[in-house]
T-cell receptor, first 117, second 111 residues
Framework: EAGVTQFPSHSVIEKGQTVTLRCDPI?????LYWYRRVMGKEIKFLLH????????ESGMPNNRFLAERTGGTYSTLKVQPAELEDSGVYFC???????????????FGNGTRLTVT | RKEVEQDPGPFNVPEGATVAFNCTYS??????FFWYRQDCRKEPKLLMS???SGNEDGRFTAQLNRASQYISLLIRDSKLSDSATYLC????????????FGTGTRLTIIP
């Protein structure tokens, strides 16, 4: 079974530019999550999709961040325009069932390391 | 106060020793608890879920104390491959899919 894949693995952009991160979840996983870790801080929740629907986007920092999951397969997270404080590692995760479901752990991708200069 | 607090370490422990980590959480309504492991520049991976009665998986034992709102992880007979950052993770309540992470405890096993 292929794992969660994220692209790109690294991205360096200038302040004010746009970046789009992509996540391909494990096939058949309806639940898709975005998390991020800024330097020195804990990993924080951004949002959660079930199929193509946003279930919870309470962790999105501001309206410069836009996540989509058209067709309920892969997801993109766009940052426009990027600011210095957006630098960090953006993780995507997927699961078959919800967190409370038995034997339905979250599988994380290796992350996209974003640097805004 | 952070929602999930962990001692960041680092813990430097000789191979074969037993090491224990604790974690406290602030939301008394929390329902699900986990320990994740993260190797340097890698993704977090689920180590084990933590159940109310406590649970064991090989050399790893997890305990939950709801009254005191803390979770522990015990690693026995530590191996060099146990070197990693251990993340305490909590889910607030059923129907809420958001995981709350601690900052992690860094463990290094010394040969």
């Amino acid at each position: 079974e292929a794992g969660v894949t994220q692209f790109p693995s690294h991205s360096v952009i200038e302040k004010g530019q746009t970046v789009t991160l992509r996540c391909d979840p494990i096939s058949g996983h309806d639940n898709l999550y975005w998390y991020r870790r800024v330097m020195g801080k804990e990993i924080k929740f951004l949002l959660h999709f079930v199929k193509e629907s946003k279930q919870d986007e309470s962790g999105m920092p501001n309206n410069r961040f836009l996540a989509e999951r058209t067709g309920g397969t892969y997801s993109t997270l766009k940052v426009q325009p990027a600011e210095l404080e957006d630098s960090g590692v953006y993780f995507c995760a997927s699961s078959r069932g919800g967190i409370g479901s038995y034997n339905s752990p979250l599988h994380f991708g290796n992350g996209t390391r974003l640097t805004v200069t | 106060r952070k929602e999930v607090e962990q001692d960041p370490g680092p813990f430097n422990v000789p191979e074969g020793a037993t090491v224990a980590f604790n974690c406290t959480y602030s939301n008394s309504a929390s329902q699900s608890f986990f320990w994740y492991r993260q190797d340097c520049r890698k993704e977090p991976k689920l180590l084990m879920s933590v159940y109310s009665s406590g649970n064991e998986d090989g050399r790893f034992t997890a305990q939950l104390n709801r009254a005191s709102q803390y979770i522990s992880l015990l690693i026995r007979d530590s191996k060099l491959s146990d070197s990693a950052t251990y993340l305490c993770v909590v889910n607030a309540n059923f129907g809420n899919e958001k995981l709350t992470f601690g900052t992690g405890t860094r463990l290094t096993i010394i040969p």
